[in-house]
């Protein structure tokens, strides 16, 4: 299985970022799909996760402001960042879940200027 992220980049506080994540391998719609993110000195950490029935679930420090979905047809899981803050500056991974196994990808940067 291939998990790619892309998307990444610099922005502004306040602004907005769109992360896509394409996996491969299996019959995506099988798979339970998460974005989690890690900044220096500190371990990684869920950011959302959406399950192969469309059930979202997001951290506290970015509910209301990220929104994850997913496209089956395309293969592509998306992580829609809206009014970023400086502290959302971390690598952010793409986890494919699949029964007792799970694939990631090698991280795409955002990075958020105050």
């Known amino acids: 299985v291939q998990v790619v992220e892309s998307g990444g980049g610099l922005v502004q506080s306040g602004g907005s970022l769109r992360l896509s994540c394409t996996a491969s391998?299996?019959?995506?719609?099988?798979?339970?799909m998460g974005w989690y993110r890690q900044a220096p000195g500190t371990e990684r950490e869920l950011v959302a996760r959406?399950?192969?029935?469309?059930?979202?679930k997001y951290a506290d420090s970015v509910r209301g402001r990220f929104t994850i979905s997913r496209d089956n047809a395309k293969n592509t899981m998306y992580l829609q960042m809206a009014s970023l803050k400086p502290e959302d500056t971390a690598l952010y991974y793409c986890n494919a879940h699949w029964r007792d196994y799970d694939f990631w990808g090698q991280g795409t940067q955002v990075t958020v200027s105050s």
């Open positions: 391998g299996r019959i995506f719609s099988n798979y339970n």
């Open positions: 959406i399950d192969i029935n469309n059930r979202r």
